[in-house]
């Protein structure tokens, strides 16, 4: 049978020079290209922690599973199954290959990386965790790494500690090692907060908690799509991220999960393409990662997921670490022209990533993304699914611009140009 | 650089009732008085009303949040002072929005509209008297 296993993708990104062109990027992302309404300018998307834009390949590719190949898949004896099947799994392992996983069997794809959390909370979490246990995460975490573990807690009647950040919005490391102390079942932590754009010290904290006996997952959403990631020099147990903040399509993510860990686990959902053997009594689960996919997945989107993940390897995740360091560089220090405006989180572009969150005393923050946006300069506002961060750090929501591969120094430009009219319009 | 768009929601309006609201502060004792939040913008208006004759005769507003919530309730305590409550608990958005006078955005709905949400509630007596006002 005649299985067409030719890649599809057109990438169009040939030749990256040594630093990468925000501007030359965009033109690849047809979101970003489109004509402004009269009298609005180019957009300004800054954005991208919430969710990123889509390059063309990416858009094309899932044209073309749905074109081409959309089938069910395993189990379907049929050519387009086959190539579904076939494309599913390969996606499988260039997602490991990309966060370099020792086996495609250690990815499971999930929707997001809130599902990927409570896919931990729920199978490791009911199995392991007792009456008295406790489980640590931190007050950075976005609500997606702190309301599974209330959950499983108050079911378990186990205990939760919560390390402290300092003023400037980095972990109380002090305070992280005095909770490791109390032998903690579990850590959960992020990478690299959604809210400051601090990026934790990862693969010592998870040594850390190696060392006291916990098991560690973190919340890598805001890591993975940014930076050079490898699963193996972390040593996390579980590891999670979302497929759309990495320009990949909405539906897709991925749980990270050591084999051996997840070989004991008991599965997630239950229901098709998880079992072994089901019978009207009892049933026994598919091996890994099937045993976390129960139900059919959005096959097309986890295909395209690897295209993504293929474009950014094509920037070079180190490329793109150093584009945003650059511009997050840039725009700290050009932020501090704007009267009355305060910068939430680290001071400086040390270990921060392309995350800019600011408040003023006087204007709510509501009010500046609104103005922002009159201008074609998209960011967000709110507490970012951060409340306790917000609580801890004494604010009541901030203005957070993110930075991505499309983005360029004429965007924070343009974010300050506004900004010093947000500063007008409410004098 | 001052270029306030057309389609702005920031005019003088609402840039006015904000710097300088109409009715700001609490009433002690009042009739009744109401609170909610916007957990959208986390913002809270806190309304104490003084009834005469089942009329409102005095309106005091308080809370934080951003400019539309604020100046809108602003706005909304003047229309409803000496109004009836009957009229008050058939006061829906559009009045309301008429009286704001822009264009306001399904997104910042919410926050237009806490102040008379909070007064509804107040009127009712109840915790969610809102279905005239809710915008989903």
């Known amino acids: 049978m005649a299985i067409d296993t030719t890649t599809y993708f057109p990438v169009d990104v040939t030749e990256v020079a040594e630093l990468l062109d925000g501007a030359r990027i965009r033109t690849d992302f047809p979101v970003l290209n489109q004509e402004p309404r009269p009298g609005k300018r180019r957009l300004a998307f800054l954005d991208s922690a919430a969710s990123s834009q889509k390059p063309r390949v990416v858009i094309d590719a899932l044209t073309a599973y749905y074109e081409h190949y959309n089938a069910n898949i395993h189990r379907g004896v049929y050519d387009l199954s086959e190539l579904a099947t076939l494309r599913y799994e390969e996606s499988r392992k260039a997602i490991a290959t990309f966060i370099n996983a020792a086996s495609a069997r250690e990815c499971i794809f999930v929707r997001n990386t809130t599902e990927a959390i409570n896919l931990v909370a729920h199978s490791w979490g009911r199995t392991n965790i007792e009456a008295g246990d406790l489980i640590v995460f931190t007050t950075m975490e976005h609500h997606s790494n702190i309301v599974p573990w209330q959950l499983i807690a108050d079911e378990k009647g186990a205990r939760l500690g919560h390390v402290r950040i300092t003023p400037d919005g980095r972990l109380d490391q002090g305070h992280y090692a005095a909770l490791l102390g109390r032998e903690p079942k579990l850590v959960a932590f992020t990478h690299v907060s959604n809210s400051l754009g601090t990026v934790n010290p990862v693969k010592e904290m998870v040594a850390l908690a190696h060392a006291a006996g916990a098991v560690t997952v973190v919340d890598a959403a805001q890591s993975v799509p940014h930076m050079a990631v490898d699963v193996q020099d972390l040593e996390c147990d579980f590891l999670a991220f979302s497929g759309h903040k990495m320009l990949g399509p909405m539906g897709a993510g991925v749980l990270y999960g050591k084999k051996r860990l997840l070989d004991a686990m008991p599965p997630f959902l239950g229901g098709g393409s998880m079992i072994r053997k089901v019978t009207l009594g009892a049933t026994t689960w598919a091996d890994v990662p099937a045993k976390f996919e129960a139900g059919t997945p959005a096959v097309g989107d986890a295909i395209v997921l690897s295209v993504a993940a293929d474009y950014l390897s094509r920037l070079g995740m180190e490329r793109v670490w150093r584009h945003e360091q650059d511009l997050i560089g840039y725009a700290l220090e050009r932020i501090r022209e704007v009267p009355g405006l305060k910068v939430i989180g680290p001071q400086d572009a040390c270990d921060r990533s392309g995350v800019l969150s600011f408040a003023f005393d006087e204007i709510h923050p509501h009010d500046v993304a609104a103005i922002l946006n009159e201008d074609s300069v998209a960011v967000r506002a709110g507490h970012h699914c951060t409340q306790p961060l917000m609580a801890a750090l004494d604010v009541v929501a901030t203005t957070r611009a993110s930075f991505y591969v499309y983005n360029d120094e004429h965007d924070v430009d343009r974010l300050i140009e506004s900004l010093h009219r947000v500063v007008e319009v409410f004098r | ?136």
């Not at chain 2, 913002?43 to 308080?62: G, M």
Request: hydrophobic share 40%.
């Open chain 2, 1 to 136: 650089m001052m270029n306030i768009a057309e389609d702005s929601i920031y005019r003088e309006i609402i840039l006015e009732h904000y710097k300088n609201p109409s009715n700001k502060g609490t009433l002690d004792p009042a009739d009744f008085t109401y609170e909610d939040v916007n957990p959208l913008c986390g913002d809270e208006i806190r309304i104490d009303v003084r009834i005469t004759d089942d009329r409102v005769s005095e309106i005091r507003f308080s809370g934080r949040g951003c400019a539309v919530s604020q100046a809108s309730a602003s706005i909304l305590t003047e229309m409803v002072e000496g109004m009836s409550l009957d009229a008050v608990k058939s006061l829906g958005r559009d009045e309301l929005l008429e009286e704001i006078g822009i264009p306001v955005s399904p997104a910042r709905m919410k926050c237009a509209m806490l102040g008379l949400k909070v007064l509804k509630a107040g009127v009712y007596g109840i915790d969610h008297a809102n279905a005239a006002v809710d915008d989903d």
